[in-house]
């Protein structure tokens, strides 16, 4: 069974989170301010004061082609370990994207549609939000233009040819087609861009025509409110509430997904992010307001941020290379609400590698994260005998990551220390209202 409704976690806070902040102004953005780039009924989920918000008839009938998804407990990676941990994880690679973007990628689709929208634009890295974004379009109608982070357009032409399959445009980023990509390859004219970059160029391009608007796959409230269907199923299918409930976070919104409905049903549960050493906004980012894209297009953002002028070295958790945080995630972390860790690239890829021998599924490189994390925890409960429950979102497959794991497997990756200087330097172009 389908849930009926995703679940807005915001009114069961003590405090709301702080609003988006006009760049110019330093006030907080209207609907009007949004209205270029967003349909109104995103518009309206995205400050919305209800607890819960029905699913459309047309979205769930789009829902119904993967979910429910998988929820399976890891007996084979647990047996192996030799931990008293019971290990459980909700398996989001089944939707015909192969994660859990198409959960937003179809109600966004739906409501743009809806509203008389003609295309829809949007920015991808290591090409799972554009793939499921293509995906959606095609299901209600809509043209789909992509513009891909140039190191990944080279490094994943599969990814490339998933979303031309799908019927979406795809361009490398930064490009010569936007004001803000030909700045860039003035500059730079070797850049291999970032998501930062590839934002500016597709928010640029909605906001200037009137039949077109942006969409995000992460970050914002009504992603994770779409998200929350992952919990809502894992919270009926779960044998046992949760200890622990372990996610990987990019801009948070597969951790949040899994994690909001568990917040509200089982307050004994703690909760853990996982990021990325190379991309640590919750562990070393400042919470603070910044710019949601390079080129400063964007509102400002309350959120753990490493800069907006900050490009990750290139691992291979494309998901997981952003600078910023979801304002509602970060919030929620400055409440004490749940943790946050960091695993380096070759504990991932170890961890990614030990959970397909044992359970089957090559996972996605951003979920090798909370696999690492989720296997460090089953092992400190071998040590102290503990029978915790743990559950993780496993967000995602790695068919399309083979040569990341050809790599790891070749000797070949590199684990990327992030110097303090690099943190301060992009740190020092904050930009100044708030
Ligand atoms: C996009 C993506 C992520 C990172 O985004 P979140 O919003 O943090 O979930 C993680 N894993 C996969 C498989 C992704 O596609």
Same mark, same amino acid.
């Given at each position: 069974m389908l849930p009926g409704h995703w679940y807005n976690i915001v009114p069961d806070l003590t405090t709301p989170p702080p609003p @988006?902040?006009?760049?110019a102004t330093g006030q907080p953005v209207g609907p009007d301010d949004l209205a270029p780039l967003f349909p109104m009924e995103l518009i309206g989920q995205e400050v919305s004061g209800e607890r819960f918000i029905e699913i459309p008839q047309d979205v =769930? /009938?789009? !829902?119904?082609?993967? +979910?429910?998804t998988p929820l399976i407990r890891a007996h084979r990676l647990e047996k192996a370990l030799g931990t008293p941990a019971r290990i459980y994880y909700k398996y989001e690679g089944v939707s015909p994207a192969g994660s859990h973007k198409p959960n937003t990628a179809v109600p966004q689709a739906y409501y743009n549609k809806r509203e008389g929208v003609r295309r829809l634009t949007t920015e991808t890295g290591a090409g799972q939000w554009g793939s499921a =974004?293509?995906?959606a379009c095609a299901q209600f109608g809509l043209e789909c233009e992509i513009w891909m982070v140039r190191a990944s357009y080279d490094q994943k032409p599969y990814r490339r040819s998933l979303m031309r399959v799908y019927g979406a445009a795809v361009h490398a980023s930064p490009s010569p087609l936007t004001s803000a990509g030909s700045k860039i390859l003035t500059e730079h004219p070797d850049s291999t861009g970032s998501l930062g970059i590839a934002i500016s160029e597709a928010v640029e391009v909605a906001g200037a025509a009137a039949d077109t608007r942006y969409a995000l796959g992460s970050v914002l409230n009504h992603v994770l409110l779409h998200q929350t269907v992952i919990g809502e199923e894992a919270l009926k299918q779960m044998p046992e509430m949760p200890d622990l409930v372990?996610?990987?976070t990019g801009g948070g919104s597969n951790f949040a997904g899994l994690a909001f409905p568990f917040m509200r049903e089982s307050p004994r549960t703690s909760y853990r992010a996982v990021e990325p050493?190379?991309? @640590?906004?919750?562990?070393?980012?400042? !919470?603070?307001? /910044?710019?949601?894209d390079t080129a400063g297009f964007t509102p400002l953002l309350k959120m753990h941020t490493l800069g907006h002028d900050f490009v990750p070295d290139p691992i291979h958790a494309g998901g997981l290379r952003y600078h910023g945080m979801s304002p509602l995630l970060s919030h929620m972390y400055e409440l004490g609400l749940f943790e946050a860790v960091t695993r380096s690239q070759s504990e991932c890829f170890e961890a990614g590698v030990r959970?397909? +021998?044992t359970e089957g599924i090559v996972p996605a490189p951003e979920p090798t994260h909370a696999l690492a994390e989720t296997i460090a925890e089953a092992l400190r409960c071998k040590e102290s005998g503990e029978e915790k429950v743990l559950l993780t979102a496993l967000c995602g497959h790695g068919h399309f990551d083979l040569g990341a794991y050809d790599r790891y497997l070749a000797g070949e990756l590199? /684990?990327?220390?992030? @110097?303090?200087e690099r943190v301060d330097q992009? =740190?020092?172009n904050l930009p100044h209202s708030g």
């Open positions: @988006p902040l006009h760049p =769930l /009938d789009v !829902y119904r082609l993967w +979910r429910p =974004l293509a995906f372990i996610g990987c050493e190379a991309c @640590p906004s919750f562990t070393r980012g400042r !919470y603070a307001y /910044d710019f949601g959970f397909a +021998r590199e /684990d990327y220390a992030l @110097p303090q992009a =740190l020092a």
